[in-house]
């Protein structure tokens, strides 16, 4: 196969299986997709409760996740029982998929493991990471770039119903069956990181 040095134009999802000009892929890490690379979270904050955060991520081949992933890097206290959630949202603001999250508000900080029911994602889509927290002090979460004027920043070029992160719904003791993505408000921060997985 050829090699040519002019510029080549990708108009859709590229799938890559290893490394991308030295940078890790999720698939290099046996993953479907994440927020970026985890290196990049350099930041933390503990999340405002009832607060429904959206976080996008690039779904490049059909498959089936059964794994949300987030990373805590202080643990809450005083959950608020049956009132934390994880799941995923279609761009369309359906909900995929909720499971409930009570155990990971009081874990060990690090890697969250979050089990969902299967749920199929295809090619070519986005879908959106979700976590709403309930607690006396809720998780302090790994993210990356946040600062005054990010909201616009991070999300620069996109309409409410495409940003990469986002708010949608305070005061929630769940996740909402479906959520109007034409409403959401842009996020302060570039986060929380997440990922899903098979």
């Known amino acids: 196969m050829p090699l040519y040095r002019n ?11 290893g490394f991308a000009n030295g940078e890790a892929s999720p698939a290099a890490q046996n993953l479907v997709a994440w927020t970026y690379d985890p290196s990049l979270a350099v930041n933390v904050i503990e999340l405002t ?14 498959v089936n996740v059964t794994k949300l992933y987030w ?25 995929l998929v909720t499971a409930d999250a009570d155990a990971t508000v009081t874990a060990s900080a690090g890697l969250q493991t979050l089990t969902i029911a299967s749920t199929a994602l295809t090619a070519g889509t986005f879908v959106w990471g979700a976590v709403v927290f309930n607690a006396t ?6 993210y990356g770039a946040g600062a005054a004027g990010a909201a616009t920043s991070l999300n620069v070029g996109l309409t409410a119903a495409t940003y990469r992160y986002a ?3 305070t005061s929630q003791t769940a996740l909402p069956a479906s959520i109007t993505p034409a409403s959401n408000s ?12 098979t």
């Open 137 to 142: 002090a809720r998780p302090t979460v790994a």
């Open 71 to 95: 990373w805590m890097a202080v643990a809450g206290s005083g959950t608020t029982a049956g009132q934390n959630f994880g799941g995923l949202y279609g761009s369309d603001g359906t909900r």
């Open 167 to 169: 708010t949608a719904g």
């Open 186 to 197: 842009a996020s302060l921060l570039a986060g929380p990181w997440m990922a899903v997985g």
């Open 49 to 62: 409760g009832g607060t429904v955060y959206l976080t996008k991520l690039h779904i490049t081949r059909t």
């Open 7 to 17: 510029n080549a134009t990708i108009g859709g999802y590229q799938q890559v299986t």
